[in-house]
């Protein structure tokens, strides 16, 4: 293809991801009433009277998100598909089908695709989820997988990204951090071995943050749990590019600020000890690091006392008018502007 018209050439880099979404899709105006939510939010929503029906996709690309030198296909495929079904919990919804596209080159033989789908089935069967179809190429090289996700709510049930309003309680569930811990594990170990190819990869120990990056879930659980304590949260995101990211996405979205406290932030021992090997805060890899699929909410204050009991929960900050800018505040009480990092892969920082 050409350049466009006046040879005008904006490099990818200049937009990066949102920049680029943002500026392929701003002028889009849904002209059927049924499309309650188009672009911006976990899912896409549509109207089917007094429920809704939640559409999502995510591409995943061989060399930019995974790796298969430590990558098993097994998993990779149970990752494909849960963090899909992530994003239909962050509406609040239930995933009940799911499309796959794979384009493969012939590098890969078909019991190295029974491997992919039977991660794939793994995670349907869990969560109970109907694989429906999808569509097959080859590629020049590598390997692209993308799956589309189909969920229900009920209308009144959905929770969106720009809906939460001040002095909201933010919450999240689990702990974060752990996967980009994982991540790093593993390319350490890739570097090892590339160096050294006889010795073996020395990950004992390590189970809790390798099993986060190579086997997400998503927190069908903590909306049961929510939903049992009679709590709807005013807005919800999952956390697949780092809280910090995210956090502004909820905080951005709604029209406000935010304060997120450093000691209130959920890290595993495990995540610590990593992150000290490598020389990083772990308070970095909690704000910055991805690919958790926890779930980030917030609550109206009066169920203070409902969350701060719930086992998995936790409340890490609030939200406060816009004027108030969005920061966190540390250990230390000193205030640092939050800013997304996150995997902007299209970003040169
Ligand atoms: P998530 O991190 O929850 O998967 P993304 O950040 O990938 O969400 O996407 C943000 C929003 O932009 C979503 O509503 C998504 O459907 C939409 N989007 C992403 N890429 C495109 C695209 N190429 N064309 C149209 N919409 C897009
Ligand atoms: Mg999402």
Do not use: W
Request: proline share 3%; aromatic share 6%; hydrophobic share 40%.
């Amino acid at each position: 293809m050409s350049d466009t018209p006046s040879n005008k050439r904006t490099e990818l880099a200049q937009l990066g991801e949102f920049g680029l979404i943002d500026h392929l899709t701003s002028d889009i105006k849904p002209m059927n009433s049924t499309t309650l939510k188009g672009v911006g939010d976990d899912a896409a929503v549509i109207d089917q009277g007094d429920y809704v029906t939640l559409v999502s996709k995510d591409l995943l690309a061989e060399g930019v998100h995974f790796d298969l030198s430590y990558t098993p296909l097994k998993h990779l495929g149970y990752k494909a598909a849960v963090v899909n079904i992530s994003d239909i919990c962050a509406m609040n919804g239930k995933t009940e089908q799911l499309l796959v596209g794979i384009s493969v080159s012939n590098r890969f033989s078909v019991e190295a695709l029974d491997e992919l789908y039977a991660g794939i089935k793994l995670a349907c069967e869990k969560y109970k989820v109907d694989l429906v179809g999808g569509d097959t190429t080859s590629s020049a090289s590598g390997l692209f997988i993308s799956v589309t996700v189909i969920g229900r709510a009920k209308k009144d049930e959905v929770v969106y990204r720009n809906t939460a309003r001040e002095n909201d309680l933010i919450c999240v569930s689990g702990d974060l951090g752990a996967a980009y811990m994982g991540l790093l594990l593993l390319e350490r170990e890739k570097q090892v071995f590339k160096a050294n190819p006889g010795m073996q990869p020395d990950l004992d120990g390590y189970d809790y943050v390798l099993e986060r990056q190579l086997k997400p879930e998503a927190r069908v659980d903590i909306l049961e749990k929510l939903k049992e304590a009679g709590i709807k949260p005013t807005a919800m995101i999952d956390i697949s590019d780092g809280l910090a990211s995210e956090v502004l996405h909820l905080a951005k979205d709604s029209g406000l600020g935010c304060r997120i406290f450093e000691n209130k932030l959920p890290i595993d021992v495990v995540t610590g000890d990593v992150a000290a090997e490598f020389r990083i805060d772990p308070t970095t890899a909690a704000m910055n690091g991805g690919e958790d699929y926890e779930l980030l909410f917030t609550v109206n204050i009066n169920d203070f006392d409902k969350v701060k009991e719930m086992p998995g929960i936790h409340v890490i900050g609030h939200m406060l008018e816009k004027a108030e800018g969005e920061y966190l505040i540390s250990n230390g009480g000193s205030l640092y502007p939050i800013e997304a990092q996150g995997f902007n892969h299209m970003r040169e920082d």
